[in-house]
């Protein structure tokens, strides 16, 4: 069963897969999953997947559709537009044949997206969402992409608050989905938010709308506002006492919005490594196909 291995496996994204090994050494562990983004109309990033395979890794590739048509992108989708694309993806992705997951159009229940319900019509974007996201599932189904997991990954906050745009709206099914993800950041302003206060409300969220396992898809902490080798300490900690449902996260390890890198200060990356010492925490895992 997916997800059924013991602990969490350990993840990031580490701002190039050529980063990997100088990651792994600042953590003193392997990365059991390692995230990177691919943009349509981009082939199916095979020289990345290899690399990040080569080193005992499961590639989670977010696939974000930036399309020609921003307003009308979920649409698109699923009128077919993108057919021959999304097909040859696809299709590379099965001839690899390796494990991967793939986040499709992540964050759906925010307003920063072109593939967010607030950029497709509001109250109807929900509903375009689903329509989009199953005419992927059908996708790999007809191909037979069956070492293709399928990660449905929102914000852990809904903007804009409205009712049309509850997270749980976006859902479609546990038939279309593999694995259920999670995003959410402590920017540090407005109010420093540990781990749990970035995280305990969606989780509970998630682990009544399915029992699909989860996994973390981006999670980091700024340095300004509090202290962030405490708050990476403490995160660990919870994760693996009080987050069970999570069986994979993926630290976020870029300076853009803030410095979100595990060693934008020695004590973080200190605390980082100290951390995952602990055995909960998996350089591998193996994923059935």
Not at 4 to 27: D, K, W, Y
Not at 226 to 250: D, P
Not at 272 to 288: A, E, H, T, V, W
Request: charged share 20%; proline share 5%.
């Amino acid at each position: 069963m997916k997800g059924s291995f013991p602990g969490c496996a350990i993840g990031a994204f580490v701002n190039g897969t050529e980063n990997i090994p100088s990651f792994q050494t600042m953590i003193g562990r392997k990365l059991a999953v390692v995230l990177f983004y691919v943009h349509w109309q981009e082939p199916f990033p095979l020289a990345e997947a290899e690399t990040v395979s080569s080193n005992g890794s499961i590639p989670l590739i977010t696939w974000e559709p930036w399309v020609t048509q921003p307003q009308g992108t979920l649409e698109a989708i699923v009128s077919g537009s993108y057919e021959n694309y999304v097909r040859d993806f696809m299709q590379a992705a099965k001839d690899w044949g390796k494990p991967l997951f793939l986040r499709f159009a992540h964050e759906m229940n925010g307003n920063w997206y072109p593939w967010d319900g607030d950029h497709n019509g509001g109250a109807a974007g929900a509903g375009a969402y689903k329509r989009a996201w199953i005419y992927i599932y059908n996708v790999r189904r007809e191909l037979g992409a069956t070492n293709v997991d399928l990660v449905w990954c929102p914000n852990n906050i809904d903007l804009p608050g409205e009712s049309w745009n509850v997270l749980e709206a976006y859902y479609p099914g546990d038939r279309y989905v593999d694995w259920v993800g999670m995003d959410g950041y402590n920017w540090g302003y407005g109010g420093w938010q540990d781990f749990n206060s970035v995280f305990n409300g969606v989780y509970n969220r998630l682990i009544k709308l399915t029992q699909k396992p989860l996994l973390i898809g981006e999670f980091a902490t700024a340095e300004q506002g509090g202290n962030k080798a405490e708050w990476i300490t403490a995160a660990c900690l919870q994760i693996k006492n009080k987050y069970s449902r999570v069986k994979v996260f993926c630290w976020f390890n870029i300076d853009k919005e803030r410095d979100w890198r595990v060693d934008s200060s020695g004590s973080a990356a200190a605390a980082m490594r100290n951390s995952l010492q602990d055995g909960y925490f998996l350089d591998k895992i193996d994923i059935p196909t």
